[in-house]
C-alpha cells in the first residue's frame, strides 16, 4: 500500500515538475533572461545593456512574432553561438552529471543518516 | 575495510579536482565563438545600404569562390586599423568582400567609406543589428569567410592583422 | 615615500613574528614550561600591530595620492573623494588581502585573551593552526601581491577606481564578509586542535559556539551588504543572480548555517561530534576556495577582479595545502571520538538538526557542483557551457519546500523524546490556512505557477509558526526564533515579489509617454551636467497616478573618465509596499533612450528580513551562557 502511495506521488510530482516550470513570465523577458551576453559574459541578455545584447534581444521579439516556439528559439541560438549561450544546461550526454550529482548528494546523506542513526522504519 | 576505501576516494578525488583546477587555470575563461561552425547562411531579407532595396544573401553570393563578409561600423576604432587589410585583399585576390554596417549613422558611414577606400563589392544595412545576429556575429569587427557553396569555411572575430591576412591569403590560393 | 617602505617593514616584521610564534607553540607543545604564557600574548599583539602599521601606511599612501606605490596607482587618482581614497585601500586585490591580514591578526589575538578557560595545549595547537594561515598569507601578499611595490619614475596621475566601486555600501562589504571569513579560521583550527588533543565534545561545542554565531552573522550581513549593492548600483533590478561571485560568498554561509544548528547539537545532546569537524574544515576551506575561485579567474563573473594566474596558482596550492593538511589530520586521529551513536526518536529536536543539516548540505552541493562543474567540463572535454538561475531554480526550490515545513515544527520539537506531540491540531490548523492564503494570493492576484504557489504555502506556514513561537514562548530561545522568523520572511518577500513584479521597456524621446497599467510614464526632459569625475546626464521622468501625489524619478547615466566607463543609475523609489525602479541606456547612434521602468513589491522586505535573521545570531552572541 505504502510503496504504491509512493509510485503515484512520485509519477505525479514528474508531471507536474516540468509543466510547473513553465513560467506565465512574458515569454520574451524569459528568453531574454535566459541568453547569456556574449560581450559583458555575466549577465543575461535581459541584464545587458550592450550593441550585441540589444539587438539579440530584437531577435527574440522578431523570432516569437514570426511564430517561433521557445525551444526552436534556443536551438536557434545553440546552433550559431554553441551551448554556452544558454543559462539552462540541457541535460544531455555531458550535461547529465550537472544535473544528478546533486541528488545523488541528497540521497548519499539520506543513507548516512540512517545508518548512524538508526532511524528505522518502525519509528516513522 | 569499507572506511579505508572510502579515505583513498577522498584523498584520489581531491588530487583529481586539484588538477582539474590547475589546467582549468591556463584555459582562457573568455568565451568566443570561433570554433562554432554554422554551415550555412541563413537566406535573409537584407537592405542594401546605398539603394534601400531589399536583397537576400542568395542574390549576392553569387559568381565568385570566395566571399569575405565583414561586419564594421564608422564608430568602430579597431574597423580602421583592419580595413587596409580588406582593401588589399579586394586589390589581390579573387574575392567578393561585402559588408554589413552595424548600427551606424549614414553619413558618417558614407564619410568613413570616402576617407578609406571601398573595398567592398556590396554593402548591407544593418541598422538595428539584427542581421549580424542572425548570422551569429559575436561583435565589431567580424568576418567571415565562405565559400562557393556559401559554406563558412573561416571565421576572424575582431579585426584583421597582418596574421590573419596571411592565413586568409593562404587559404584562397589553395 | 616613507610609508612605502614602512609598510613593507611591517609586513616583514609580521612574518618574522609569525615565525617565532609558530615554532614557539610547537616547542611548547612538548614542553610545557617552554609555555611562556605572557611573552606569546605579547608577540601575538606585537603582530597585530605591525599588521595595524602596515595597513595605516597603505591608507595614508591613498590619502595623499602617493603614485610611486603600484598598488595606489592602478586603483586612485587625485580628483577622487577622500572616502573613496580610503575605501579603495581594500577595493583591491592588495589592499583586500593586507585587511584579511589585519583581521586575521587581530582575531588572533582576540581569541588567545578570549579562551582562557580550554585547555593549554588546544590553545597552542589553535594558534599554531592559525599561524599556518597567517604564513600562507603573509607569504602570498610579500611575494605575489604586494601592496608596496614602488614605481620610478613617479607618474603623474593614477588610473582611478573603477566606478561601480565607488559606493558607500561597497566600502563596508569586504571588510564585513572578511570579518566573516576569518573568524571562520578560529572555528577551523580550533576544531583541528580539539580533533588531536581528542577535546571535541559538548564543552568544546559551549567555547566554539560564540565563534561560529559570530562569523556566521557577519556573513549574513556581507552577503545582505553585497545584494543590495548590486540592486543598488549595477542597475537591472535585480539582487541576486546565481552569479558565480554570489554562489562563492552563500556555499560558507550554507555551510555555517549547518554548523550553527550542529554546533547546538553537540553541545546540548553530545551528538554529532565528527560531523562538526567536518563542517568546520568544509567552512573554511569553501572560503579560501571561493578566494580562489574569484582571484584566479578562472570563473568569469560580472564581478570584476583583477585577474592574475600566478597568483591563482599561488592560491590554489596554499588551498589545497591547507585541504590535505586538514583531511589527513580528520584520518590520523579520528579514532579519537569517543563513539556514542544514539539512536533517534523521529520527533525530536536533534532528528530535525539532523533534517536540516541534511537539506542545507544538499543546497551547498547544488551550488558547489552548478559553480564548479563547468570549469570540470571544459578541462576534461573542452566543452563550455553556462550554469544559470533556471538550473538553481529548478533543483533548489522544490527541497525548499519540505525544508520550510521541518524548519517550522523543528523547533517545536523537544530534545531526546517527544512523547506526547502537543499542540499537533494547531499545527495543523496552521497548515491548512496558509496552503488556503497561499492558493488565495497566486489566484486572485498573480500569475504563480504551480511549485511557486507550494513554495508560498510552505514559507506561510513558517510565517506563520514564528509568529505563534515569539508570542507564546517568549523569551526563551528567541534568537533562534527570531532568525527562523527572518528567514520566513525572507522567502515571502522574495517570492511576492517575483510573482508581483511588473515592467514595461520602451525607447523614448523627450516629450514620450507610456503607458503601464493605470499610470502614465512620461519623459519630461533631459539635462547634462559636470560632475568632479564624471559627467551626467539626468533624465527626468514624471509618473501620473489617478487620485495619486505625481512621483518624478531622475535616473542618471555617468560617464567616468577615469576609466572611461558609463554607468547607468537607476531611479529607485523605495516604500514600504513596493519600490519603482526606473533605469535609461543610451542607444547607440540614436538619439531616444531606452528605459525600462520596474514595480517591484516587498524588496525593502528582503532587506529588513536579512537584518532580522543576522539579528537573532546577534542576540546569541550577546546572550549569556547559562
Known sequence: ?124 | MNNRYFKYFIVIFLIFTFFIFYYGLKKKNFYTTEDISIKKFPNLILNDFYTDSTTSFDDILKGSNYYLVNIWASWCLPCREEHPYLVQLKKNLSIKIIGINYKDKRDNALKFLDEYENPYTVILNDKDGTTSIEIGAYGVPESFILNEEKKIVKKIIGPIDKKKFNEIKKLIKK | ?626
Not at chain 1, 101 to 115: D, S, Y
Not at chain 3, 470 to 488: A, E, R, V, W
Not at chain 3, 587 to 610: C, D, G
Open chain 3, 1 to 626: 615615500m616613507i610609508f612605502n617602505y614602512l609598510g613593507n617593514f611591517a609586513l616583514l616584521f609580521c612574518l618574522i613574528i609569525s615565525l617565532v610564534i609558530f615554532i614557539t607553540s610547537i616547542k611548547s607543545l612538548n614542553n610545557k614550561n617552554f609555555f611562556l604564557k605572557k611573552s606569546l600574548n605579547e608577540l601575538l599583539f606585537l603582530k597585530f600591530f605591525f599588521a595595524i602599521l602596515s595597513f595605516s601606511s597603505l591608507i595614508i599612501l591613498f590619502i595623499i595620492s602617493e603614485f610611486s606605490n603600484e598598488t595606489v596607482l592602478n586603483n586612485s587618482h587625485i580628483s577622487k573623494p577622500l572616502f573613496y581614497k580610503i575605501s579603495g585601500t581594500w577595493g583591491n586585490h592588495e589592499g583586500s588581502l593586507l585587511l584579511w591580514l589585519l583581521v586575521l591578526t587581530f582575531f588572533t589575538f582576540f581569541y588567545f585573551l578570549n579562551s582562557k578557560n580550554r585547555p593549554t595545549d588546544e590553545r597552542l595547537l589553535t594558534i599554531m593552526f592559525q599561524e599556518v594561515i597567517i604564513l600562507g598569507f603573509l607569504f602570498f601578499l610579500l611575494k605575489a601581491s604586494n601592496p608596496f611595490n614602488i614605481i620610478y619614475p613617479v607618474p603623474k596621475e593614477g588610473l582611478g577606481l573603477n566606478p561601480i566601486l565607488q559606493d558607500p555600501l561597497l566600502a563596508i562589504h569586504p571588510p564585513v564578509l572578511y570579518l566573516g571569513y576569518v573568524t571562520t579560521s578560529i572555528v577551523f583550527s580550533s576544531s583541528l586542535a580539539g580533533l588531536i588533543k581528542g577535546n571535541i565534545n559538548n564543552l568544546w561545542a559551549k567555547d566554539i559556539k560564540k565563534w561560529v554565531f559570530i562569523s556566521w552573522t557577519f556573513l549574513t550581513l556581507g552577503i545582505l551588504l553585497g545584494s543590495i549593492w548590486a540592486y543598488y548600483e549595477l542597475g537591472w533590478g535585480g539582487f541576486w543572480f546565481w552569479d558565480p561571485v554570489e554562489n562563492i560568498s552563500l556555499m560558507p554561509w550554507l555551510s555555517l548555517t549547518a554548523l550553527v544548528h550542529c554546533v547546538l547539537a553537540l553541545e546540548k545532546r553530545s551528538i554529532l561530534h565528527s560531523w562538526t569537524v567536518i563542517l568546520s574544515i568544509i567552512t573554511f576551506t569553501l572560503g579560501i576556495c571561493g578566494t580562489f575561485l574569484v582571484r584566479s579567474g578562472i570563473l568569469n563573473s560580472v564581478h570584476t577582479f583583477a585577474n592574475d594566474p600566478e597568483r591563482g596558482l599561488y592560491i590554489l596550492f596554499f588551498l589545497f595545502f591547507l585541504i590535505f593538511l586538514s583531511v589527513f589530520i580528520y584520518f590520523i586521529f579520528e579514532d579519537k571520538f569517543k563513539l556514542n551513536n544514539k539512536n533517534l526518536n523521529v520527533f525530536t529536536k536533534e532528528s530535525s538538526i539532523i533534517l536540516n543539516n541534511w537539506f542545507v548540505m544538499y543546497f551547498l552541493s547544488v551550488i558547489l557542483i552548478g559553480t564548479i562543474y563547468p570549469i570540470f567540463l571544459e578541462v576534461l572535454s573542452n566543452e563550455k557551457i553556462s550554469v544559470g538561475p533556471p538550473f538553481f531554480n529548478k533543483l533548489i526550490i522544490p527541497f525548499l519546500i519540505p525544508f520550510l515545513i521541518f524548519m517550522s515544527i523543528g523547533p517545536n520539537l523537544k530534545w531526546i523524546k517527544n512523547n506526547h506531540f502537543t499542540k499537533k491540531l494547531k499545527l495543523i490548523l496552521i497548515f491548512i490556512l496558509s496552503i488556503i492564503l497561499s492558493a488565495l494570493v497566486s489566484k486572485f492576484f498573480g500569475n504563480a505557477t504551480l511549485n511557486i504557489t507550494i513554495l508560498l504555502a510552505a514559507s506561510f506556514y513558517l510565517f506563520f509558526i514564528t509568529i505563534k513561537d515569539l508570542i507564546k514562548k517568549g523569551f526563551k530561545n528567541y534568537s533562534q526564533t527570531i532568525s527562523h522568523f527572518g528567514f520566513s520572511l525572507l522567502v515571502l518577500s522574495i517570492l511576492l515579489n517575483s510573482i508581483f513584479s511588473n515592467e514595461v521597456t520602451s525607447n523614448m524621446r523627450v516629450g514620450d509617454e507610456i503607458k503601464f497599467y493605470d499610470k502614465i510614464i512620461k519623459l519630461q526632459k533631459l539635462e547634462n551636467t559636470t560632475e568632479a569625475n564624471f559627467l551626467k546626464l539626468i533624465a527626468y521622468f514624471k509618473i501620473e497616478e489617478k487620485n495619486k501625489t505625481e512621483l518624478v524619478l531622475e535616473p542618471e547615466i555617468r560617464i567616468y573618465d577615469k576609466p572611461v566607463t558609463i554607468t547607468s543609475e537607476a531611479a529607485i523609489k523605495t516604500d514600504i509596499l513596493k519600490d519603482r525602479f526606473l533605469v535609461i541606456n543610451l542607444v547607440k547612434e540614436n538619439e531616444y533612450l531606452n528605459v525600462r521602468y520596474q514595480e517591484k513589491p516587498f524588496m525593502l522586505w528582503i532587506w529588513i528580513s536579512a537584518i532580522i535573521i543576522s539579528l537573532g545570531g546577534i542576540i546569541n552572541i550577546f546572550k549569556k551562557n547559562e
Open chain 1, 1 to 124: 500500500m505504502k510503496t504504491k502511495i509512493i509510485i503515484y506521488i512520485i509519477f505525479l510530482f514528474f508531471t507536474l515538475y516540468n509543466y510547473s516550470f513553465s513560467y506565465d513570465l512574458k515569454l520574451e523577458n524569459k528568453i531574454n533572461k535566459n541568453l547569456r551576453c556574449l560581450i559583458c559574459q555575466g549577465q543575461s541578455i535581459y541584464d545587458s545593456q550592450s550593441d550585441f545584447a540589444e539587438s539579440m534581444k530584437l531577435v527574440v521579439k522578431k523570432k516569437i512574432e514570426s511564430g517561433m516556439s521557445e525551444e526552436e528559439i534556443y536551438s536557434f541560438f545553440k546552433i550559431q553561438y554553441g551551448e554556452w549561450i544558454l543559462y539552462d544546461p540541457q541535460f544531455n550526454t555531458k550535461n547529465f552529471a550537472l544535473w544528478l550529482l546533486p541528488i545523488l548528494v541528497f540521497l548519499v546523506g539520506g543513507i548516512i543518516i540512517l545508518k548512524k542513526f538508526g532511524v528505522s522504519k518502525k519509528r516513522l
